[in-house]
């Protein structure tokens, strides 16, 4: 069982930068799969990016694909989301996820642990 908890939300302007972490509970961090996911309002919750349990392979949506870098450190339990280049449509509740499914993957049926999620908001 892991927990998951998001910080490093805010508002920004476009342009700007955010950085996101998720601090995770539990021993067995490394073994798991991390991810980025956003729902903006009225909107589904969409894949932003990946990791695996080594980072060996990480994986982006298009969208975010030069502008976001996910990382970890599995020595302090964390994943972090660095979003450059900040667009008004990045505007969305960002949560972390994990999951057991090896690789970097984008489907959120994999996930089977989330955090509660922190606002990012971008202005015009």
Request: with cysteine; charged share 15%; glycine share 10%.
């Amino acid at each position: 069982q892991v927990q998951l908890v998001e910080s490093g939300g805010g508002l920004v302007q476009a342009g700007g930068s955010l950085r996101l972490s998720c601090a995770a509970s539990g021993r067995t961090f490394s073994s798991y799969t991390m991810g980025w996911f956003r729902q903006a309002p009225g909107n589904e919750r969409e894949f932003v990016a990946a990791i695996s349990w080594s980072a060996g392979s990480v994986y982006y949506a298009d969208s975010v694909k030069g502008r976001f870098t996910i990382s970890r450190d599995n020595a302090k339990n964390t994943v972090s989301l660095q979003m450059n280049s900040l667009k008004f449509e990045d505007t969305a509740v960002y949560y972390c996820a994990a999951t057991v499914v090896p690789g970097a993957s984008r489907y959120q049926t994999h996930y089977r642990h989330w955090g509660q999620g922190t606002q990012v908001t971008v202005s015009s």
